[in-house]
């Protein structure tokens, strides 16, 4: 029979995989003798069984929490239901990886009419007793019945009101009494039964509802942006209520054992007296700084101040902890490896490594590639920002700056951002169901809630700006506006923020571009030393080569020549390319366009300081470029010397039903060699240029033919690319190295790349192409159902985005094994999107590609990801 459920005495640290990382670590605490209330876990596996079971319970799992519910209450002395001793627990979800937020959880369980009196009555306070029904029948009602939250809080608020208190703690046993009959009579409305009364009833129904939560909106969200797969499952845990909420001399915090927004080395965390966890996470109200427990509970700080030296140094990172302090006892809650800023990420390793805690790879393969996103982003302008005068200070929550046209709720935000506006999200307080919108704006503004609300946390966690907690905002989300000192803002309005000091500011501040120095730079010369595989970049212009070199690029490994056209009135020449009729009209527009494209090749090569540069041939799909207004195509006809009424006949003649698949890539080379001649000349004439100028450079231009599907393709293109460029390299008299190689991006390429590797010097894989044409998906349209497709579990991850292993790197793995053994000097790279996507650059390094290639602020983020694969894999 297998186990299910596993007491916390039963498991430990390593078994995160089956108790998931909350109940892994409750029970690693249990057995490092920390005052832990006791429980049990029901394993990520019967969560797993629960869905394949068709969203039930089965006896086996069922029996085996029954059985768990007798062994804990054995150790507890407490019995469900007990008309002396009731037990109370709290029941809360814990997935492999942290999702914070993401799941439910409930608190108080077991509590009913009978036992509320027994509470009131043992612990000679009643307030309590009531606090804790009412809190228990709320979320109860919200998280397994889903009767929504604001039916009770507009209960509460209507209690307050009536007896002219401003916060719930001011509200008195009767208050609370006569508020937890009303949640009944609420429940009893929308749900059309009675309250359950049954604590096992209880807990079943709140066992289903964690377990039923794994597959909410959010958390599915959550899972795709981190990579977390779904048949992973959650846990659930059950434990032991400690409370917090007894009194004055109770309590409850969230603490960090370092800054997560700093990375600073010292406690920091957020305390409420009189209080249960979920009001410190929630935000409701705004908790104090750890510092001031000290004061309130000096016995219970020092044992917590020990307990967050046992847990760092035993986890060896920054620990994450929730806690309860019950009559002045100390209770751990929760610890685990907290969530944390890029710029906190990359100080605590560096520390750790300086404290001796932790080796440089394990450094490296402690930071979440993803999160370096965020410091590569523009920061604010430091003389913008000096000479702007704040209008408030709030938290700075979430590192990093954020302009925009402030909004006022998660959907307004995505709206707005489709859009292409940029906006900054202002909220009373965010709750889980924001996690889109909040990923729409540039940044998140919180009229409530402290560094641990869930704005924060969430916001640090996608690299969000976030400045939480401004309680100086009047708001008035309805009508969608606010006011801050003295000004009302509306929809639409400029706004600035600063996520690192928590500043305020009216209008735009200018903002300024990121660079690599101090921790970060430590942190990438570590992930420099331990990786094997290079990182290109994609750069299709001098400033974008640039901008790479300075994240650390090792050459180009993709310059789409198209994109060269897009700009100013350069296009006019193009367009002139595209829509000539004859072989010498065509000659005449590339006449003018070679200069351009030996300027540029020129500042790329010069950009690289003799790096490698891939120049990949045309590859337009040319409804891109045709001139669809009238003024444009007037001065196309104008040029030509034809009437608007030809050209316009012309652009009908080009009309394709599907570009994608249509007259592009190396097609267009074979039906206008005099194209894929003038590009040869211009790479070949700009590389001996380059030479002259820097005669210690290694200038060794990498011609890459795209979309071949046939070697013959390859073989009728490569013919006059050898004959322009050997041609031009005599005529001036000069000896100059070139290869010429091809993109593997047709499925047939790949199926056929024994052949093909006779004739490329290189492979490099479109994966953007390869993906679309394995799949038979059209990249510019996938995104219109590939949500249907989330929603039917189809898929959990954008192909386009993350690479598909299992098909098209099936394709790769066989184009590398065809491929090399017929021409042992094959270079191999990737250059589609997925080249700086860390899942599949792991996967690059798995197969033996020699480079990623990705865009330039993806660069930083690729070398980790290759440092770690490589790291990974000498580990195994
Ligand atoms: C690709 O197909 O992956 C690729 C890099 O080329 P493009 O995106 O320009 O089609
Ligand atoms: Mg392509």
Redesign the pocket.
């Known amino acids: 029979m297998a186990k299910w459920v596993y007491m916390f005495t039963e498991g430990d640290a390593t078994m995160r995989n089956l108790l998931g990382g909350k109940g892994a670590n409750l029970a690693e605490m249990t057995n490092l003798g920390l005052p832990v209330p006791q429980g049990f876990t029901i394993t990520t596996e019967a969560c797993t069984q629960y869905y394949e079971d068709g969203r039930t319970i089965n006896d086996e799992i069922m029996g085996q929490i029954m059985e768990a519910i007798t062994k804990m209450e054995g150790v507890t002395g407490k019995k469900f239901g007990d008309k002396e001793n009731p037990l109370l627990v709290s029941v809360r979800s814990g997935a492999r990886a942290s999702m914070p937020g993401m799941m439910d959880t409930i608190l108080n369980l077991g509590l009913n009419e009978e036992v509320v009196d027994v509470l009131a009555e043992g612990s000679g306070n009643p307030r309590w007793a009531w606090d804790c029904y009412r809190r228990f029948i709320q979320m109860y009602s919200d998280v397994v019945m889903e009767v929504g939250k604001k039916y009770f809080e507009e209960l509460i608020d209507k209690m307050k009101e009536e007896k002219g208190v401003k916060q719930d703690v001011e509200l008195t046993a009767d208050d609370l009494k006569a508020l937890a009959g009303q949640f009944k009579a609420e429940y009893k409305e929308k749900i059309g039964e009675d309250f359950p009364t049954d604590p096992k009833e209880q807990l079943m129904g709140a066992i289903k509802a964690v377990f039923r939560s794994w597959d909410n909106p959010r958390a599915n969200v959550y899972r795709r942006d981190n990579d977390i797969p779904y048949s992973w499952g959650t846990a659930v845990n059950v434990q032991m209520m400690a409370f917090g909420n007894m009194g004055d001399d109770c309590g409850t915090g969230v603490a960090f054992t370092r800054d997560p927004a700093t990375g600073e080395n010292g406690l920091f965390g957020e305390f409420l007296t009189n209080a249960q966890g979920e009001d410190v996470v929630a935000g409701v109200r705004t908790p104090m700084h750890i510092s001031e427990m000290e004061d309130k509970f000096p016995e219970a700080f020092v044992q917590f101040k020990d307990v967050c030296k046992t847990l760092e140094s035993h986890y060896r990172d920054m620990q994450d902890m929730e806690f309860t302090v019950e009559h002045g006892k100390l209770y751990m809650l929760q610890t685990r490896n907290g969530k944390r800023t890029a710029q906190a990420a990359l100080k605590i390793a560096c520390d750790l490594v300086d404290e001796g805690m932790r080796t440089e790879e394990e450094a490296v393969a402690m930071i979440d590639p993803r999160n370096l996103d965020t410091l590569l982003h523009p920061q604010f302008d430091a003389a913008a920002l000096k000479a702007a005068e704040p209008i408030a200070k709030a938290l700075g929550a979430s590192p990093g700056a954020a302009c925009g046209k402030i909004v006022f709720s998660a959907d307004d935000a995505k709206e707005w951002a489709a859009r292409g506006e940029k906006v900054v999200l202002v909220r009373l307080e965010t709750s889980p169901e924001d996690i889109e919108g909040m990923k729409a704006a540039q940044g998140i503004l919180t009229v409530r809630g402290g560094m641990t609300s869930h704005a924060a946390v969430v916001a640090r966690g996608m690299g969000r700006c976030c400045v939480s907690g401004c309680g100086d905002i009047a708001m008035d989300e309805e009508n969608k506006k606010f006011t801050l000192a003295g000004k009302e803002y509306h929809e639409g309005d400029p706004i600035s923020i600063n996520g690192s000091t928590g500043n305020i500011y009216d209008g735009i501040i200018p903002t300024v571009d990121a660079t690599i120095a101090g921790e970060f730079g430590r942190i990438m010369a570590w992930a420099d030393k331990y990786r094997t595989m290079k990182v290109r970049t994609n750069a299709d212009t001098p400033a974008d080569a640039k901008k790479a070199r300075e994240l650390g690029a090792e050459g180009i490994g ?1 310059c ?1 020549t198209e994109h060269m056209f897009f700009e100013g009135n350069r296009i006019d020449a193009f367009r002139e390319m595209i829509c000539a009729e004859t072989v010498e009209e065509r000659e005449a527009a590339l006449e003018k366009i070679l200069p351009e494209q030996q300027g540029d090749f020129e500042k790329l090569y010069e950009a690289l300081e003799g790096n490698p540069v891939t120049i990949r041939f045309l ?1 337009p799909p040319l409804h891109e470029f045709v001139p669809t207004e009238e003024e444009d195509i007037k001065k196309l006809a104008d040029a030509q010397g034809k009437t608007v009424e030809q050209i316009k006949t012309i652009i009908d003649g080009l009309h394709e039903f599907n570009p994608m698949m249509g007259h592009r890539g190396c097609r267009l080379a074979v039906t206008y060699p005099e194209i894929a001649k003038m590009q040869t000349k211009a790479v070949i004439r700009a590389a001996i240029n380059v030479k002259k100028a820097h005669p210690d450079w290694n200038v060794c231009p990498e011609i890459m033919i ?1 979309l071949i599907g046939d070697i013959k393709e390859l073989k009728y293109v490569k013919k006059f690319v050898v004959e322009t460029a050997d041609a031009e390299i005599a005529a001036a008299g000069v000896e100059l190295k070139y290869e010429v190689g091809t ?1 593997i ?1 047709i499925p047939r390429a790949a199926l056929t790349a024994d052949e093909i590797a006779k004739e490329a010097d290189f492979f490099c894989f ?5 993906t679309q044409m394995t799949y038979g998906f059209s990249r510019d349209d996938a995104g219109k159902f590939l949500d249907g497709y989330y929603d039917a579990k189809i898929f959990e991850n954008d192909p386009f985005a993350k690479l598909d292993q299992t098909g098209v790197g099936k394709l790769m793995e066989m184009s590398i094994n065809l491929g090399k053994p017929v021409n042992p000097n094959l270079h191999i790279g990737i ?2 999107e997925h080249g700086g996507d860390p899942s599949s650059v792991e996967f690059c390094n798995k197969i033996g590609l020699n480079y990623v290639s990705c865009s330039p602020f993806r660069v930083p983020i690729a070398r980790l990801a290759a440092a770690q694969a490589a790291i990974n894999n000498v580990g195994k």
Not at 766 to 770: R, S, V
């Open positions: 993709l789409r590859d795209p993109m991006e479109g994966t953007n192409d390869l250059c589609g």
